[in-house]
């Protein structure tokens, strides 16, 4: 379980107070109460410094593990973040923040001179639309930024050398950056895609609100339907990193979490009233399960033996 990381499904989580008696040993609960600057989470990602930030639809939070700092829209500065309603975060593998919005597409995070650089994610044949919704991040093996929105389709964003290494000198770095793009096939209707999992052979597998796809994302061709697992009888799911060899699968119905561990199904019963669930594993210490009531943070042998 250790290569098991982003699972769930990128829909707002309330954050509501939690009785004490509904909480488990050794879970620590925040809520806006705790600094937290809005109730309804689209994501939360741990960095390298071990900061958890968490998307909200009120700004973004940086969680040090005792307080909240929020981010949020300057008017008056170019450099703040583009937009407070924050959908979907990604810690690339230089440790860079990418956050998007539902509004004004990405944002690129300089932790050094805290500001922000942006990219707009919308239609070039139509340059007066808006913004595409960002529901989705992710970062292939090439370095290249994968982003999912309300249309259908995943779009690459290929950085060029010199931003690879140093940040922009613009606010608006949009067109610095080439765009590709390809469309999600085999699904009952608009399926926003929720997990990436990139291989060094070229390969992908997405999952998404209504099935799963693979397609060769090198060459961003060949996207096809795959099959899910049996008896998965919902449709919010997402394929651990391990999907490829039917290992890890999760998903969420009503008040129930269901894991598929090494081809066995366990049900796991969350609190009465409980709806959803998002995953995260933050780090070797720390697991994250967000409900559209609760927010936990426990320790990964605690949420493992709860699933055993």
């Given at each position: 379980m250790r290569t098991l990381y982003l699972l769930f499904v990128l829909i707002p989580w309330w954050l509501l107070a939690q009785p004490a008696?509904?909480?488990?040993?050794?879970?620590?609960?925040?809520?806006?109460?705790?600094?937290?600057?809005?109730?309804?989470?689209?994501?939360?990602?741990?960095?390298?410094?071990?900061?958890?930030?968490?998307?909200?639809?009120?700004?973004?939070?940086?969680?040090?593990?005792?307080?909240?700092?929020?981010?949020?829209?300057?008017?008056?500065?170019?450099?703040?973040?583009?937009?407070?309603?924050c959908s979907a975060l990604l810690v690339d593998s230089r440790g860079w923040l990418w956050v998007g919005t539902l509004n004004q597409g990405l944002n690129l995070y300089d932790a050094r001179t805290q500001r922000f650089y942006h990219i707009d994610i919308r239609d070039t044949n139509a340059p007066g639309a808006g913004n595409h919704e960002v529901r989705l991040l992710a970062e292939d093996p090439d370095g290249n930024i994968w982003v999912n929105t309300d249309q259908d389709k995943l779009f690459r964003i290929t950085l060029p050398a010199?931003?690879?290494?140093?940040?922009?000198?613009?606010?608006?770095?949009?067109?610095?950056?080439?765009?590709?793009?390809?469309?999600?096939?085999?699904?009952?209707?608009?399926?926003?895609?929720?997990?990436?999992?990139?291989?060094?052979?070229?390969?992908?597998?997405?999952?998404?609100?209504?099935?799963?796809?693979?397609?060769?994302?090198?060459?961003?061709?060949?996207?096809?339907?795959?099959?899910?697992?049996?008896?998965?009888?919902?449709?919010?799911?997402?394929?651990?990193?391990?999907?490829?060899?039917?290992?890890?699968?999760?998903?969420?119905?009503?008040?129930?979490l269901h894991a598929w561990v090494r081809g066995t199904h366990k049900v796991i019963d969350l609190p009465t009233g409980t709806t959803g669930a998002l995953v995260e594993f933050l780090d070797s210490a720390t697991v994250a399960v967000a409900t559209l009531q609760y927010l936990w943070l426990l320790p990964p042998n605690n949420f493992l033996r709860w699933i055993a």
């Open positions: 008696e509904h909480t488990p040993k050794g879970w620590q609960t925040l809520t806006i109460s705790d600094g937290l600057s809005q109730g309804m989470i689209y994501d939360l990602k741990q960095d390298q410094k071990g900061f958890i930030w968490v998307a909200t639809k009120d700004g973004l939070n940086r969680y040090d593990g005792h307080n909240f700092s929020v981010f949020t829209h300057d008017p008056y500065n170019e450099y703040s973040l583009s937009d407070n309603n010199n931003l690879k290494t140093n940040f922009p000198d613009s606010a608006n770095f949009t067109r610095q950056v080439r765009f590709s793009s390809i469309r999600l096939v085999g699904m009952a209707t608009i399926a926003s895609a929720h997990h990436i999992q990139f291989r060094p052979d070229g390969t992908a597998t997405v999952g998404t609100t209504y099935g799963m796809c693979a397609f060769n994302w090198r060459h961003m061709r060949d996207m096809r339907p795959v099959n899910r697992p049996p008896n998965l009888a919902v449709n919010k799911w997402n394929p651990g990193d391990d999907a490829a060899q039917g290992n890890y699968w999760f998903s969420t119905k009503q008040n129930q």
